[in-house]
């Protein structure tokens, strides 16, 4: 079973930055590697709906998006070899406040798995 847990979450100033990693282990020959796997960011605020945040592609993350929202202030990573994701956010705002997910999505058919999510509050 694939599991994905994030840290690196908790409470900054406005301006201030975090680094969030996604550590994903569980993998195995049915599920496929995690190279295989394009890596979500999601957050959700209280009250709105889940929104995607950024994306990075399979195997090597050659390509990204991100949400306008945070277009030059976040930035997605990943390390294959650690089978881990980083978003790395900067410029902080009151408005990124939320809890933020990691997501694996196959990219051949193995399904899509999610963290359990780590919290990210900006407040002054």
């Known amino acids: 079973q694939v599991t994905l847990v994030e840290s690196g979450g908790g409470a900054v100033q406005p301006g201030g930055s975090l680094r969030l990693s996604c550590a994903a282990s569980?993998?195995?020959?049915?599920?496929?590697?995690?190279?295989?796997?394009?890596m979500l960011w999601y957050r959700q605020a209280p009250g709105n709906e889940r929104e995607l945040v950024a994306r990075i592609s399979s195997p090597e993350g050659t390509s990204t998006m991100y949400a306008d929202s945070v277009k030059g202030r976040f930035t997605i990573s990943r390390v294959n070899a650690n089978n881990t994701v980083f978003l790395q956010m900067n410029s902080l705002k009151l408005e990124d406040t939320a809890v933020y997910y990691c997501?694996?999505?196959?990219?051949?058919?193995?399904?899509?798995?999610w963290g359990k999510g780590t919290l990210v509050t900006v407040s002054s």
């Open positions: 569980g993998f195995t020959a049915s599920t496929y590697a995690f190279s295989t796997y394009a």
């Open positions: 997501c694996a999505q196959s990219t051949v058919g193995r399904g899509d798995y």
